[in-house]
């Protein structure tokens, strides 16, 4: 099967632009998930979709930082405007949560994320 | 959401087993752990997930002590490909709303 497909790989702004990251997840799957990850640190949760409804977008900086996920498939991240500290990878992940039953396992299917360099 | 921590390093030579553990003290009933690896340049990758006891795939084991509130991920055999960044997982991962919540993880190298 396909997998997590995002564009652009990668992009170069400066500060104050704007930029948009866009995430096409595996088809069917309902949850699909956006994450920063700083170079040297773990992936930082800033947004979860439950089809088109979001989940939980707590630590999503809202005053620059949007989302949205129009009729549950594809997604788009936008900054604006963009900020020295964005300069991260932006990595889109999706899942389909089968429930506990049967401890049947769930694994997100990671992209290969967009590497954003902000000067 | 449980609190994980594992050790920021290991080193390795090809051929060994390698161990790395997680602590989860506060992990909950319905708490998943789950694995993921992470090659540079590439977004993580699932490895393995479990409940409790011995869960083997043909990539790695997780051993899960009764209690729950540690884990081990089991590598046998390492080879200089398995050198990657290693992030242990706790939540309901399987529920419809569950949360990936990454930590820092355990940067393992392997050396020939």
């Known amino acids: 099967e396909a997998g997590v497909a995002q564009s652009p790989r990668y992009k170069i702004i400066e500060k104050r632009q704007s930029v948009a990251f866009w995430c096409n997840p595996i088809?069917?799957?309902?949850?699909l998930y956006w994450y920063q990850q700083i170079l040297g640190q773990g992936p930082k949760l800033l947004i979860q979709?439950?089809?088109?409804?979001?989940?939980?977008d707590s630590q999503l900086p809202k005053d620059r930082f949007s989302a949205e996920r129009l009729k549950g498939v594809d997604s788009t991240l936008k900054i604006q405007p963009a900020k020295l500290e964005d300069s991260a990878v932006y990595l889109c992940?999706?899942?389909?949560?089968?429930?506990?039953?049967?401890?049947?396992?769930?694994?997100?299917?990671f992209g290969q994320g967009t590497r954003l360099t902000v000067v | 959401l449980a609190k994980t921590t594992q050790p920021i390093s290991m080193d390795s030579y090809e051929g060994q087993e390698v161990n790395i553990t997680c602590s989860h003290n506060?992990?909950?009933?319905?708490?998943?752990i789950t694995w993921y690896q992470q090659f540079p340049s590439q977004g993580p990758r699932f490895i393995i997930q479990g409940y409790k006891t011995k869960v083997t795939n043909e990539v790695a084991s997780l051993f899960i002590p009764a209690d729950r509130k540690s884990s081990t991920l089991s590598l046998p055999r390492v080879s200089l490909s398995d050198t990657a960044v290693y992030y242990c997982?706790?939540?309901?991962?399987?529920?419809?709303?569950?949360?990936?919540?990454f930590g820092q993880g355990t940067t393992l190298q392997v050396k020939p």
């Open positions: 088809s069917g799957h309902a949850t």
């Open positions: 997982l706790v939540g309901d991962i399987p529920s419809n709303t569950g949360k990936l919540i």
């Open positions: 992940a999706s899942s389909s949560p089968k429930g506990r039953t049967g401890g049947a396992n769930t694994e997100a299917f």
């Open positions: 979709f439950q089809n088109n409804g979001v989940v939980d």
């Open positions: 506060n992990i909950a009933t319905n708490d998943y």
